[in-house]
């Protein structure tokens, strides 16, 4: 991706800048704070000083959001495996705040799916995107949602090592229903290998959702929960399924989960619940935006499957007729908008939620040149203001606005 005009920095941006505003960093908002970039880096983030009285105060400061499981947007999808088109899905949310966007993949043939990681891959490699998130194909066909049943299997670990191979280091997570037969399996497979094994599109109980969460306990990996609530069955007293198993393992630290907050796939006294119970750096907040996002109403395709969007939900359609929610049409910085103004989450956790926290999953087994996901001297200088609603108003990549 360019920073700044044909991709080449001007004079004050390689000599450094100062930001002044309301600064989010891991610790707390510094109310009158400064960041101060140069180059590509982030050399300072302090409390305003006397001699910053000519740097205008503007907005909120926070690192840029990161993104870990996206399908697409703009009208482009990162499940078609074609370069312009994953390009052109990265760059509509990188515009509207999102600076490390992972391309989720949905369940295809085998050879679709492959083709689809090494095309991903291709463009990681580029810098395009982040990395590669596989949502599929082992999935329970009575909760797999907006995924095709037609090209759902048993899990597999020669599959399983074809997709790590095709992403040649750029996988970041696989999603898997951990009771089907061989699923241990694979997730022993995927956590050898450096990927997140993530729980969902599932049926399990409770038990088998626990195990398979902490099963990466003894490695130091940490599992985490796909979209949690959905795709899944819901939590009940007597059968508390895999949502209470991803709470209590998230509230002892061995794992994260997901949430879509956009006030269609849960309920925002529900995603206050969550993020109130549960501790800093556990909940990981995600888009699951499709291609439709930011676009009219219409059909759009996921995968292989046609998707229809009314009023800005997306919905798959069989024969004719909307079945299943299929993915979202927002982008993360209007989850964490809603996070804070709907379900009242503190602004700190709700950043955190986007930005350290999905950075922390992205980057679990790999070393990052620089840290992204958090305003701290040596990170990447990846950063957005904001207004005072938390719309995005300016984007910050390596250092060159983009937006």
Known sequence: MDTGENGRRSDEERSGQNLRGRVVTPHGVIEDGVVSVVADRIAEVRPARRDDDGTPRSGVIVPGYVDIHCHGGGGASFTSGAADEIAAA???????????VV??????????MLAAVGAAADAADRDVIAGVFVEGPFLSTSRCGAQDPEHLRAPDTGFTRELIDAARGHLVAMTLAPELPGALDVIDLLHGSGVTASVGHTSCDATTADAALRRGRARGVTGLATHLFNGMPPLHHRAPGPVAAALTAAADLDARVELIVDGTHLDDATARLVTTLLPAGQTVLISDAMAAAGMPDGTYRLGPQDVQVADGVAKLVIDGEPISIA????????????????????LTAAVTAATRTPAAVLHAAREAAAPIGCLVRGARADLLRLDDDLRVRQVMRRGGWVA
């Open 90 to 100: 990265a760059d509509h949310h990188l515009r509207r705040g999102t600076t490390s």
């Open 103 to 112: 391309a989720g993949l949905v369940t295809d043939t085998s050879d679709r």
């Open 327 to 346: 993915g979202s049409t927002i982008h993360l910085a209007d989850a964490v908008r809603r996070l804070v103004s709907h379900a009242g989450a503190d």
